[in-house]
């Protein structure tokens, strides 16, 4: 009682006494705070800090500091009586004694202030980045175990800190310096050297999710340092790109083992990740009051965006490391297995996951480890996956089929490769100019009118507007391939590019000009497949003509996946795939042979082109295909399906045709 009557009789004496100047105003505040934790009675001891002047004067003297840096080119009175007194250094060992309570936040918001505000170079000073060091080695320390209420003060310190290194990387080395000489030392004590990313992930997973977020912002400014000593450090002298795929592969495992185990609103949310890419997930919306299962399926895939994003901002040197641990901890060790399992509820949960990791992942090394883990012939994971394509269980057949899409859609030469360019290991028989017109008219009018569930099929009813569809995708197909060609340079062995792009062999201009035809990676390399891969490519492409001759007979979700597996693989620019695809052992007969039993069936269906209209007019509403899809047991919706579906595919397939057979519709715009 009696230290606060002094100290508002000591503010009343301040105000009536003559005006100081800033220096003497920067001396009597950092006196006051000095003063209060040496010389305070018992009973101002146990207050805490936010009840006492302190933060005030603290603020102060950033105040002061602000107002004089704009005064002065140079370093002024009060900064030079900061540096010369070693101010921060005393402040950081009031602040690591904590007493009273509350002197670490203060002195965290004190050291945060002057980072984020004061504009001159500061860091060079033994006396400034020294004491910032022991003050992230705090944040290190304290996080390391559980939450404490300085975690907010501790990541907006580590992100101002961050800040400064992005302003100038140069003043990384002051927490990246060499292994010490002489005697050995503690793997602890190395680690001390840069524990900035080391103590923003340690907040990551935070369940403040304000905290957390910074964090993450803040992780991922550090993974992006491009200095090699960076880089350096962080992969050698620390364990982030470790702990990062080992907390993926936790929040994996947290998952529901089964798709049966978990509740409708789970399934429902994975099945929008699959579909699309989504935006960056903020953790406020993974964490919101959901049940425990969607809960966790949001925070594993807020998890893989934020390892995606650190593989795609960080470092070259960074980015290989982190790849190599999420394929060691992540892949192999916990998604594999399950992958592997025979139960269906798993499968179906399993490759829907996959599904949804391949259509989010942006980072090249990232989607190389995941096609590397499907389409590699040695775990023996491909020929399982092409296996349940065809499974007595429509559900895994389905589910299946879409992780394949997938992996094709990724556009890598590893997956195209694999799944369907390897078969095609000698020079094969291009297809002649023009080639490709014929093949879309007679794409066009292979379905009978009397079968047609809306206008006419013909090629010049429809061919503007799906022509400007079908540029568009062969257009992004060779922006996707010439692309990744540069960007994929990713390591184990073998690599999954060449230092020469994958330059997309078109259908040829005229006869004498051909294109030289890309087939795989080892053809490209000079090489030959191995059997295996050679194998996998050909039981991929009679798997989907054994799929396309079943399609009045399969449900519709499946024909719709189906029928873009097949787009896809036309849309893969190589000659002989073309060639084969058109050819007589190709789709073409196939689809020939399904229109003639969509004859002969219609013949036997009351006022059929009525219900091809009606049952169109259904799929077009929203969310129709999806209710009708797995659930309808009738023989006649299903068919009908199945020719409205087959129409638009023979469309599809047409309009590509065009494009690949006219170079003059593929230049690029």
Not at 438 to 463: I, M, Q, R
Not at 500 to 526: C, E, I, N
Not at 601 to 624: E, F, G, M, W, Y
Not at 646 to 663: D, H, I, Q, R, S
Request: with cysteine.
């Amino acid at each position: 009682m009696w230290g606060r009557f002094t100290s508002a009789l000591r503010t009343a004496a301040e105000a009536l006494a003559p005006t100081r100047t800033p220096l003497e105003d920067f001396k009597h505040s950092w006196q006051s705070v000095t003063d209060f934790v040496m010389l305070a009675n018992p009973e101002d001891r146990e207050l805490n800090v936010e009840n006492t002047h302190i933060p005030a004067h603290l603020t102060l003297m950033v105040e002061i500091l602000q107002k004089e840096e704009e005064e002065y080119e140079n370093a002024g009175p009060c900064m030079e009586h900061l540096l010369r007194h070693n101010i921060l250094k005393t402040a950081v060992t009031l602040g690591q004694s904590d007493h009273p309570a509350g002197m670490m936040r203060a002195i965290l918001r004190f050291c945060t202030q002057l980072l984020a505000n004061i504009v001159q170079p500061l860091m060079p000073h033994v006396g400034v980045h020294a004491p910032i060091q022991r003050l992230v080695f705090a944040c290190w320390q304290r996080n390391a175990g559980k939450p404490s209420p300085e975690d907010l003060e501790f990541v907006n310190f580590l992100c101002a800190v961050c800040g400064k290194l992005v302003d100038d990387p140069s003043l990384a080395m002051f927490f990246t310096t060499g292994k010490a000489s002489g005697p050995p030392v503690a793997k602890e004590r190395v680690l001390t050297q840069f524990l900035l990313p080391s103590a923003l992930l340690s907040l990551c997973r935070h369940p403040d999710t304000t905290i957390a977020q910074r964090a993450r912002e803040g992780l991922l400014v550090c993974l992006g340092l491009q200095p090699a000593l960076v880089a350096q450090a962080i992969v050698e002298d620390t364990f982030v790109c470790e702990n990062m795929a080992g907390s993926l592969a936790e929040f994996f495992l947290a998952l529901p083992p089964r798709i049966e185990e978990a509740t409708p609103a789970f399934a429902q949310t994975l099945a929008a990740w699959m579909s699309e890419r989504q935006a960056r997930l903020g953790l406020e919306h993974a964490r919101s009051g959901r049940s425990p299962d969607v809960q966790a399926l949001l925070e594993f895939l807020a998890w893989f965006q934020l390892c995606d994003e650190a593989a795609t901002r960080a470092n070259a040197l960074v980015q290989s490391s982190l790849a190599t641990c999420i394929k060691e901890k992540f892949l192999e060790a916990s998604l594999r297995p399950r992958l592997a399992q025979p139960l269906e509820a798993t499968v179906v949960l399993c490759s829907n996951l996959l599904t949804a990791c391949l259509t989010q992942a942006l980072a090249p090394p990232l989607v190389f480890g995941l096609v590397r883990l499907c389409v590699d012939p040695e775990p023996a994971i491909a020929p399982l996956l092409l296996a349940r394509c065809d499974d007595v269980s429509d559900e895994i057949s389905l589910v299946t089929m879409r992780l394949l899409l997938a992996l094709l859609s990724t556009r890598t030469e590893q997956a195209c490769s694999a799944l369907a360019l390897a078969h095609f290991t000698s020079p094969a028989t291009e297809l002649p100019s023009g080639s490709g017109l014929t093949l879309a008219e007679k794409l066009s009018t292979l379905l009978p009118a009397g079968l047609h569930s809306a206008e006419s099929a013909a090629l010049d009813l429809y061919l503007d507007t799906a022509i400007s569809q079908a540029q568009q995708w062969v257009r992004g197909a060779r922006r996707w391939t010439g692309a990744a060609s540069s960007q994929l340079q990713c390591p184990p062995e073998p690599p999954l590019r060449t230092d020469t792009p994958w330059t997309p062999a078109l259908l040829p201009r005229t006869p004498t000009t051909a294109t030289t035809t890309t087939t795989s990676t080892a053809a490209h390399a000079g090489e030959t497949p191995s059997p295996s891969a050679s194998t996998l490519s050909r039981d991929m492409l009679a798997l989907m003509l054994r799929r396309l001759r079943r399609v009045g007979e399969q449900p519709h979700a499946l024909n719709l996946v189906l029928t873009s597996l097949l787009t896809e693989l036309f849309l893969i620019p190589s000659n002989p795939l073309h060639a084969f695809l058109a050819g007589p052992d190709g789709f073409v007969p196939v689809l020939e042979q399904v229109v003639g039993e969509f004859q002969g069936k219609s013949a036997r269906v009351a006022d059929c082109a009525s219900q091809l209209i009606a049952t169109r007019a259904h799929l077009n509403q929203p969310l129709a295909g999806a209710s009708l899809s797995m659930t309808s047991s009738s023989a006649l919706p299903r068919f009908l399906r199945a020719v409205v579906l087959t129409e638009e595919f023979l469309k599809e397939l047409a309009a590509v045709a065009a494009v690949w057979g006219n170079p003059s519709l593929v230049v690029d715009e």
